[in-house]
Structure formats: structure tokens, C-alpha cells
């Protein structure tokens, strides 16, 4: 922050300047304490004041969620996963990210962000992925998915569970019949 003292009339003095970034992504204000000195060469005088930074910016939501896309909780062998992620800002100048935080266990899953979209709508900021993919696990079990959306001041998450279902898949028997087999004639 700068003290314009170029336009001092009746010693005052105008401070002006960007806020500083919040510290914390997580907060929605924050207060730093401001030290003025006036010299004159020969005495000075402090003034300390509490300034409060507060920013417009409110977190940004997932609009689809398990109660109005139950489609996300539920996985088969060898079928494609797909989870259409819809999210927004009120704010319609924020740039929000979406990421994969977790996938618990990993090891069987090749779950990916496509097709990603960003936009503006209604005065919002607007994100839409699909979060798919093919899981080659052997036995029913649950997967625990974390995702993440910031607009870089708020960060939110979103936790569900994956119930993965094994379906053994079949072998067709064939019939038992004579095999020929024929010399190669080189």
C-alpha cells in the first residue's frame, strides 16, 4: 500500500493500494495492522489501526451431488464409470479448477477428468467434466473418491463412495470335435 503525500492539504494525507492476498484460502476476512509514521526531522509520531480485508468472493458449489445423481455411487466390471460433475460460482469472473484428490484403493481404477468445459451462464461461473473410467478389480468392494473445486480463494470438496460390483464374465463352452492336423507342405 502507498501514502499519497503528494496532495497533503490540512495534513491529510490519502493511503491508498491493492489489499494484500488472504492468507488463508479458507477465510472469508482477515485483518493486518497498519504503522503510519510522520517525521518532520525532529519528532516523529506513530499511528497503528486495524485494517479488515474482506473479499465478495463465496465458495463455489457442486451442483450435482449423490441425492440428484444417484448414477455416481454405483460401478460394474468392465463397464465404463461416468459421473457428470456440474459445478458453479456466483461469481461469474472466477476461474474455478476441478481435481481428483483421492481415489481409495487406486490400484484397480483408471479414473480420469475429460472433457472438461468452462463457461459463464446466469452470471455464473460454470465447470462440467466427466469423471470416468473401467475398473478391472476381481471382488465387490468400495471406493472412496474425494474431488476438489477452487475458485483460488475457496476450496471445497466432495466426498462419496464408489460400490463396485465384480461380475464374472462367462466362458462359452465348445463342443468336443477332431482336430486335423496337416503337415506343412515347404
Not at 476476512?29 to 499511528?47: K, M, P, Y
Not at 461416468?82 to 484428490?101: C, G, P, S
Not at 476450496?155 to 492336423?181: S, W
Amino acid at each position: 500500500m502507498t501514502l499519497d503525500t503528494t496532495h497533503i492539504k490540512d495534513g491529510k494525507a490519502v493511503l491508498f493500494g491493492q489489499a494484500p492476498a488472504l492468507t488463508s484460502p479458507t477465510v472469508s476476512s482477515q485483518q493486518i495492522t497498519v504503522r503510519l509514521r510522520a517525521d518532520n526531522g525532529v519528532r516523529f509520531i506513530e499511528q497503528e489501526y486495524t485494517l479488515t480485508i474482506r473479499t465478495k468472493s463465496k465458495e463455489p458449489r457442486f451442483v450435482t451431488n449423490q441425492d440428484n445423481t444417484p448414477e455416481m455411487l454405483t460401478a460394474t466390471t468392465n463397464k465404463m464409470y461416468v459421473y457428470n460433475i456440474e459445478a458453479e460460482d456466483d461469481d461469474e469472473t472466477q476461474d474455478l479448477t476441478l481435481r481428483i484428490v483421492k481415489v481409495a484403493p487406486s490400484n484397480s481404477w483408471r479414473l480420469d477428468l475429460y472433457n472438461v468445459e468452462k463457461y459463464t451462464a446466469d452470471g455464473k461461473a460454470k465447470i462440467k467434466a466427466k469423471f470416468s473410467g473401467v475398473c478391472s478389480e476381481t471382488n465387490n468392494r468400495n471406493f472412496d473418491v474425494t474431488l476438489s473445486l477452487s475458485n483460488r480463494i475457496f476450496t471445497v470438496t466432495q466426498d462419496f463412495t464408489i460400490r463396485y460390483t465384480y461380475e464374472a464374465i462367462g466362458i462359452e463352452d465348445f463342443d468336443y470335435n477332431d482336430v486335423n492336423l496337416y503337415r506343412n507342405p515347404t
